[in-house]
């Protein structure tokens, strides 16, 4: 089954302990990004990657990193997590895009509060 | 999970309206979101609409909410070539998780 999946679902952790948010996706594809979702302002990219160790900032990258050492998996690093971090984290992939770019796959979701 | 459903495709002719329909399950939602995805780039929130009102204008889109119906759409008038992209509707709801829909491909024929 094609899919995107993300670990852990929900995190609740405290203010400068670092951490790891994976995804994975067993499609091939090339494309994949990081979004953040807060009530009232929708979807925001962070980060994204065009491919194995080519990554780039999206829109709200401050604070995170990300990582492309293999094609299936695109962590987000949070070094030292903030409260203004609380978010609702959404991995995605696509095929590299084109012209004729496919959708974007979603991963469920990542809650994370940080104290 | 909750059930967020569109139309795959959608073909207009330049200058005509576009509808892009979404249905969704989930009554406690907030916020209905709809989102734009062009070749090469990430999604890019175009509109959103708290769930308390029926229709939001905004330039050359129009959204309208039938909650009863649990139904959204998104009228883009005057459509352009620079529209076509692949068009998500997203639901947020109470406990705000977000909830996506397919994408419809919009074309637009010149």
């Known amino acids: 089954e094609a899919q995107v999946t993300q670990n852990p679902r929900y995190l609740i952790t405290v203010t400068g302990k670092k951490l790891t948010v994976t995804c994975s996706q067993n499609?091939?594809?090339?494309?994949m990004s990081w979004y953040r979702q807060d009530p009232g302002l929708g979807l925001r990219q962070i980060y994204y990657?065009?491919?194995?160790?080519?990554?780039d900032k999206g829109d709200v990258p401050e604070g995170y990193k990300v990582s492309r050492k293999e094609k299936r998996n695109f962590p987000l690093i949070l070094e030292s997590p903030s409260p203004n971090q609380t978010s609702l984290y959404f991995c995605?992939?696509?095929?590299?895009?084109?012209?004729?770019?496919?959708?974007?796959?979603f991963g469920p979701g990542t809650r994370l509060t940080v104290l | 999970g909750e059930d967020v459903e569109q139309s795959l495709f959608l073909s207009v002719r330049e200058g005509d309206s576009s509808v892009i329909n979404c249905t969704y399950t989930?009554?406690?939602?907030?916020?209905l979101y709809w989102y734009k995805q062009e070749p090469g780039a990430g999604l890019q929130l175009l509109t959103y609409?708290?769930?308390?009102?029926d229709m939001k204008q905004d330039q050359r889109l129009t959204v309208l909410l039938n909650k009863k119906d649990k139904h959204l759409s998104l009228r883009i008038a005057d459509t352009q070539t620079g529209d076509s992209a692949i068009y998500f509707c997203?639901?947020?709801?109470?406990?705000?998780?977000?909830?996506f829909g397919t994408g419809t491909r919009l074309t637009v024929i010149p």
């Open positions: 609409i708290f769930s308390n009102m």
């Open positions: 990657s065009m491919n194995v160790e080519v990554t």
């Open positions: 989930d009554s406690s939602s907030t916020y």
């Open positions: 499609m091939n594809h090339e494309y």
């Open positions: 995605a992939s696509s095929p590299l895009p084109s012209k004729e770019t496919d959708t974007q796959y």
């Open positions: 997203a639901e947020e709801t109470g406990a705000n998780n977000l909830f």
